[in-house]
């Protein structure tokens, strides 16, 4: 009995981990948004590319190994949410809150670590096509990302614009 129970919770755990993630994906709209590389490969945890979206970063700052959108510097770490307007065929920021907003499209993300993060900052893919992947992205492309009502956000395909 006690080993179903143990069992039963790392199942609800893990249901609990993915949860922003299917939201997004099963329930969210689609956002195009420009995407640069920051690094394709982690020997631990394989194929992958970091992504940059320069028109989401809150500053100029920028991590070469570390995906990020900048820091929120107010003194506070916690919530933050990107709330998003369209420039062109791109969905840039807008502005920066600490507060959810009334009406969306927004990105719920939080900068407890050093940097805001979103939970789109990766793309796994197979080992196969990490390498065009990574030229891709340096010849620019775009993300294709989709977000659900509270702002939970999911990548689901990285592309040429």
């Excluded at 700052?61 to 510097?73: H, I, K």
């Amino acid at each position: 009995m006690t080993t179903a129970v143990i069992a039963v919770s790392q199942l609800a755990l893990v249901g609990v981990g993915v949860a922003p993630q299917l939201s997004a994906r099963l329930a969210g709209d689609t956002y195009l948004m420009s995407v640069a590389p920051i690094d394709p490969m982690d020997p631990f945890r394989g194929a992958y590319v970091a992504l940059d979206y320069p028109d989401l970063r809150h500053d100029d700052s920028r991590s070469f190994v570390e995906p990020g959108l900048g820091a929120l510097d107010d003194g506070e770490s916690g919530d933050v949410f990107i709330t998003l307007e369209k420039r062109g065929d791109v969905w840039a920021a807008s502005d920066w809150s600490r507060e959810r907003p009334a009406d969306g499209p927004y990105l719920a993300c939080d900068d407890r670590s050093w940097q805001i993060r979103c939970g789109i900052e990766s793309w796994f893919l197979p080992q196969d096509e990490a390498a065009a992947a990574e030229d891709l992205l340096r010849d620019g492309a775009v993300a294709e990302v989709r977000i659900d009502g509270r702002g939970n956000a999911a990548v689901v395909d990285v592309r040429a614009p």
